[in-house]
């Protein structure tokens, strides 16, 4: 687990293209089959302490793009800072199909926490859709709290303070 760097912009986009579509789905909210260009470089960019990123990576055993695989990326952004409390983020996470239900998302999670309350964040919030049971038994084993959110009844939103 390390966080993301520029360099990362080529196993990003493998990850993001080696997801299922069902994954890619219930990360982006949408049908996303590879990351734009101006994707690719926010994603890649951190920029501390307001949003930042935190990959998992295992050796490349293929070695088609390096000597790293990426397997899971978590992430947040800070929302708006005119907004009511500017001491709030926004977190997204996807772990590869193959590496699912391993504690890899929990872990992941846990650091990327730490990471935000460290530099100054108060609250940590995500959008998840009301169908992904997994994502959402994993962010009340975390202690964020799950309801309606302002996106309709398909879409839930976890908050936790940090």
Known sequence: ???????????????????????????????VSELSPAMLERFTHN??????ALIVTVPDK???????????????????????DPKRCEFAIVVADDWQHRGIGSRLMKALMKVAKAGGLRFMEGYILANNRGMLELVKSLGFE?????????????????
């Not at 978590?74 to 009511?84: P, S, T, V, W």
């Open 62 to 84: 293929a070695a088609g793009l390096g000597p790293e695989k990426e397997i899971a990326v978590a992430r947040y952004i800070g929302i708006d800072e005119k907004a009511k």
């Open 47 to 52: 920029h501390y302490p307001h949003d930042f």
């Open 1 to 31: 687990m390390r966080p993301i760097r520029p360099e990362d912009a080529r196993i990003e986009q493998a990850f993001v293209r080696g997801l299922s579509r069902d994954s890619r789905y219930t990360r982006f909210m949408g049908e």
């Open 146 to 162: 799950c309801g309606p959110s302002d996106e309709g009844p398909q879409v839930s939103l976890a908050v936790r303070p940090l």
